[in-house]
């Protein structure tokens, strides 16, 4: 039988020569590595909305539709990995951490099963669904559970690799994923696993610890910006973090700011600061994160109206 490592070598990822969203990324990942027969997927009937209709044609078999009842959903891929499946369990991120919250810390982290949960339409970038649709607190939930790996994508590439750490993860992962297309960042070749983050710029003055679509706007403060040395890290794994980053950018930047597109308490923010406080780095710490509920709207209009547009960050930071 062909391991996961096999089938990830004999398919590998294919060029984006376009604008693409993370979900994008995750469907593709998901059909391309479908030949792994320990992968089950699992479906809140949202096979167009996350994009898993591309698994589902190619492997009809290991394709079920549970219906919308996400609660059972979690429970049902719990005993596919008691099996000795690995059941890739698919939802809105505000359904997989809030209505199915007893489910995953009964059945899934507290006897750590090998369950992938993925929480797409993550943040207010999905927009116009407004609140109800709107995970701003799934990270925080998550992160607070045992045995819980968090990772955030910020592209479609990212997506694909953090996919295939996954499937390589034995235990519980929870990703989060976007619905909106945004610039791919990485290459074919990047490498990319869980607990490591990336450097794409180094800065002096300011470093952005970033994850998600924030990653996106920390690239573009500094497209918009001749004066001021930024740094940028994409912290597409929360959980556990990449500690040696954080350390890189207090010990080598005057201010440290974290960007999340989540609410203040308990995401990328406390995770960043929590480990500044711990090691006593002296330089200064700062975020743009979600102080409440948002509403609904277009993405970029609601980035503008919360502070989480690259433009609002120039201005409260005074940028040049």
């Not at 589902?56 to 078999?61: D, G, I, M």
């Not at 709107?134 to 790996?149: C, Y």
């Amino acid at each position: 039988m062909k391991t996961i490592e096999d089938v990830i070598k004999e398919n590998p990822i294919k060029e984006y020569k376009e604008n693409a969203s993370t979900r994008e990324g995750y469907s593709n990942a998901l059909a391309r590595l479908g030949g792994y027969d320990k992968i089950v997927v699992v479906d809140a009937d949202l096979g167009e909305s996350l994009l898993t209709n591309s698994f589902k044609k190619k492997y009809p078999e290991r394709y079920l539709d549970i219906g919308i009842q996400e609660a059972n959903m979690l429970g049902f891929a719990a005993g596919l990995a008691s099996c000795g499946k690995i059941p890739v369990v698919n939802t809105f991120a505000t359904f997989a951490s809030q209505r199915c919250l007893d489910t995953v810390m009964q059945c899934v982290a507290y006897p750590k099963m090998n369950v992938k949960i993925i929480g797409s339409h993550g943040g207010i970038h999905t927009g116009e669904d407004g609140v109800s649709h709107q995970a701003i607190s799934d990270i925080a939930i998550m992160r607070s559970i045992p045995n819980i790996t968090v990772v955030e994508p910020s592209d479609a590439v990212s997506a694909e690799k953090l996919f295939e750490s996954m499937l390589k993860y034995d235990g519980p992962v929870y990703m989060r994923l976007h619905r909106n297309k945004t610039p791919v960042i990485y290459d074919n070749n990047s490498e990319i696993s869980i607990g490591k983050g990336k450097i794409l710029r180094t800065g002096s003055d300011v470093t952005f610890i970033a994850s998600g679509m924030m990653v996106h706007e920390a690239l573009k403060v500094i497209d918009n910006c001749q004066y001021t040395s930024i740094g940028v890290i994409d912290m597409m794994s929360i959980k556990p973090i990449d500690k040696n980053l954080v350390f890189l950018a207090a010990s080598t930047s005057k201010l440290v700011i974290v960007l999340e597109d989540h609410y203040v308490i308990g995401g990328l923010s406390d995770a960043v600061a929590r480990i500044m406080a711990e090691e006593g780095f002296y330089s200064k710490f700062s975020s743009v994160s979600l102080e409440g509920f948002a509403e609904s709207g277009k993405p970029n209009e609601l980035y503008e109206k919360y502070g989480l547009s690259a433009k609002k960050i120039k201005e409260k930071y005074k940028l040049s």
